[in-house]
């Protein structure tokens, strides 16, 4: 090839992705643009409470989400605060993302006033609510305090938990991989190349999700956002990193940087893009989740798998390229010099010392890994990971979650956020004193669209005095049904009332067997049952799509069932310690069903990538040198990198710690700390041993197997 197309290659290389650079970049900070934290971006596809949600609009005016405003005065509320709060209702009612506001409620122990402001369906809840909290603070007269809770409450609470999504964790993240970098390659340039190419492959798949979902295709919300940064930053990282190794590898045995390309694409596309396969196809699983939460991160992410391949196979190569030998000084790998002595008794450095602990004592080494890691899985028994409150959501200060305990020391913990009933108009009478019988329920009305309130009330037994089988008059009839409103005794996002509501369901079904219930306990219930219902599904298909692609790969049947036994393993280890920590040492409320199944699918795509690192150099070190030989250089080989690399996958999984919400910290902890154990016991100790005690039978049935011992 001409001198003038190795120039122009690597250069047109470069100018392409600054390019998407310069297109993409504008659209890093504009994400939240396309993103949404309400509660319908969670909601399960096929569940009874998405059904009733999707028909509320058929019976009520009001379809936003509702923001409850307490008032409470300690020591009981005086004659003016009763015309304080008919004033803050009135103001209410002129804002333009306010459709439905009900008169104020004082309660029964004459301590709080009680307002509910239903938004607008296209108002934003977060931007809502921090106006309603600060027009509030400046109206309320001395000692007269209000909080804004409910749903739109919570949802504004969760909005601002996400704020920092867009710069602190990005930037926490980014600041981890540079200083692992600079301490690992000892160089001043060589870290800013590989995190160069990590960032312009997180900006190209923020380009390609921001107009994805500004079309519709995808959904976005906070913890797909944040979890993409994330999985972008440390994906795109390891591959720069073997593609790295490879390349200095290659300077040593090759004159010109050109060459040297060459050889450490040669050595690594294999490797990357089968990696890279495996996450995608393993987060691609999360489709055939019927959380739409969980459909959405499935091709966000693989979006941003392809993404750091790509960066990590075109970009990087041209960078170092254009550097060569200087992208490691001072640590230049001089062409011709010697490559390291990786196994045998002039082997030195770590690495040599784990190869002759592996090589000696092959079955004691993966006897006690195994035996530790199971002990460390023990701490599953007291996983609960069954959902948790709404109000526990967001991490440290939470003034809905504030509001809410006012609220509940004064009114039914259920007001403003009531159970509905979707069933026959015709058995509007049955349906109410079904619903009314319900122990936890304090009250029935029926939804109606004239009603200044926007409902009217409903007596157990006569249904507001309708003859039995007749409609009362004024509740809104659509399609032959009715929706009746069920305030419950208890908080919404409480125990008991998810009990009630489960209570309730099974009562009104009785009654219409197509009766449906909804409304915010209903969500959480049908949220964390099909949270539930999803790991047990996708978890065995990751598994066996996964263990598919290693045989392919390694053309092999028992290394890929050892390599896939053992990540298992070290994400019930991973699991494990999180349970110990998230109940004993956080004190945590419990776990979101979501967090074992998006442990387990990066656990197990990201370890799957070390283990194929490792045992693709084992493969290529055994056809040269045979069995034994080759487990123990490609231990030596890939020791560095891949230790490197776990480092920092594990630091930027934990970087999504700084975002207080509890389902992202608790995925910080077990990703990272798995990772880590991948890292440091079963790639480096567990899998290189229990090759070696397998010998020619973990190649079986490839031609490996039946090749000699010693070559």
């Known amino acids: 090839m001409s001198r003038l197309l190795r120039i122009a290659i690597p250069a047109l290389v470069v100018l392409a992705w600054l390019v998407v650079a310069a297109i993409g970049g504008p659209f890093a900070g504009r994400i939240s ?39 409470e005065r300690d020591g009981g509320l005086r004659p003016g605060d009763g015309a304080a709060a ?39 809840p977060g931007n809502a609510v921090d106006a309603i909290r600060t027009d509030l603070d ?33 930037g926490v993240a980014l600041a981890a991989v540079l200083v692992i970098l600079v301490v690992v390659y000892r160089s001043p340039l060589l870290p800013f190349l590989v995190l160069a190419t990590a960032v312009f492959a997180l900006t190209a798949s ?151 602990l592996v090589g000696g004592r092959s079955r004691t080494v993966w006897v006690v890994c195994t035996v530790g890691l199971l002990v460390m899985g023990t701490g599953l028994i007291g996983l609960r990971a069954d959902g948790v409150p709404q109000s526990d959501l967001v991490i440290g200060q939470s003034p809905a979650r504030d509001g809410q305990t006012v609220l509940a020391d004064h009114f039914p913990g259920g007001s403003g956020s009531p159970a509905l009933v979707l069933g026959d108009a015709d058995r509007i009478d049955e349906l109410a004193d079904a619903v009314a019988d319900v122990d936890g329920v304090d009250a029935v009305s029926a939804a109606a669209q004239d009603s200044p309130s926007g409902s009217v009330p409903v007596a157990a037994g006569s249904a507001a005095g309708a003859p039995s089988g007749v409609p009362a008059p004024g509740p809104t009839v659509s399609r032959g049904q009715v929706l009746l409103e069920a305030t419950l005794a208890d908080p919404a996002d409480s125990t008991a009332a998810e009990q009630t509501v489960r209570e309730l369901r099974t009562a009104v079904e009785r009654v219409d067997p197509g009766a449906l219930v909804g409304g915010v306990t209903a969500t959480a219930i049908d949220t964390n049952d099909t949270g539930i219902r999803d790991r ?24 890929p069932l050892v390599l896939i036994g053992s990540v298992i393993v070290s994400f019930a280890a991973a699991l494990g310690v999180g349970a110990l920590v998230f109940d004993h040492v956080l004190g945590f409320p419990g776990a979101d069903p979501a967090v074992p199944l998006y442990s387990f699918v990066f656990l197990v795509a990201l370890g799957v990538d070390y283990n194929i690192f490792l045992m693709t150099r084992v493969r290529e070190e055994t056809l040269r040198h045979g069995p034994r030989e080759g487990v123990l250089r490609g231990l030596g080989a890939t020791g560095g990198v891949i230790t490197s690399a776990g480092v920092v996958l594990a630091a930027t999984f934990a970087a999504l710690g700084v975002i207080p919400i509890l389902f992202l910290v608790q995925i910080a902890f077990v990703v990272a700390f798995g990772v880590l154990l991948d890292t440091v016991v079963v790639r480096s100790l567990l899998v290189p041993a229990l090759v070696l005690d397998l010998d020619r039978r973990a190649w079986w049935p490839s031609r490996l197997s039946r090749r000699p011992r010693d070559m």
């Open 33 to 71: 643009e396309v993103s949404t934290n309400d509660q319908t971006s969670f909601l399960p596809a096929s569940a009874d409470a998405t059904a009733v949600q999707d028909r509320s609009s058929d019976f009520r005016d009001a379809t936003g989400a509702p923001a409850i405003i307490v008032l």
């Open 86 to 124: 008919e004033r803050v209702a009135d103001a209410l009612g002129e804002r333009d993302d306010v459709d439905q506001v009900s008169p104020a409620i004082p309660s029964a122990d004459g301590d709080a006033v009680e307002i509910v402001a239903t938004l607008t369906a296209a108002a934003e």
């Open 138 to 170: 400046a109206a309320l007269p001395d000692g007269l305090s209000g909080h804004v809770t409910g749903p739109a409450g919570f949802t504004a609470d969760l909005t601002a938990a996400f704020a920092g999504i867009d710069g602190l964790l990005l």
């Open 206 to 356: 923020i380009l390609v999700v921001w107009a994805l979902a500004k079309a519709g295709v995808v959904t976005v919300n906070g913890q797909v956002q944040g979890i993409l940064s994330i999985l972008v930053i440390g994906a795109a990282t390891d591959y720069a990193l073997l593609y790295t190794s490879r390349y200095r590898e290659a300077l040593r045995d090759h004159r010109t940087g050109w060459d040297a390309t060459k050889a450490a694409l040669r050595g690594s596309l294999e490797p990357v893009i089968a990696s890279g396969g495996t996450v995608v196809v393993g987060v691609l699983c999360l489709l055939l989740s019927d959380l739409d939460s969980n459909k959405a991160l499935g091709p966000v992410a693989a979006i941003g798998i392809v993404s750091s391949v790509l960066a990590a196979l075109t970009l990087l190569p041209a960078l170092l390229l254009c550097f060569r030998r200087a992208a490691f000084w001072p640590l230049r790998p001089a062409f011709g010099s010697a490559h390291p002595v990786l196994t045998g008794p002039d082997a030195r450095g770590l690495w040599a010392r784990v190869g002759r």
């Open 536 to 559: 047990t599904v996708i978890i065995p298909v990751v598994l066996a799509v996964i263990l598919l692609i290693l045989m392919l790969l390694l053309r092999s049947v028992v290394a």
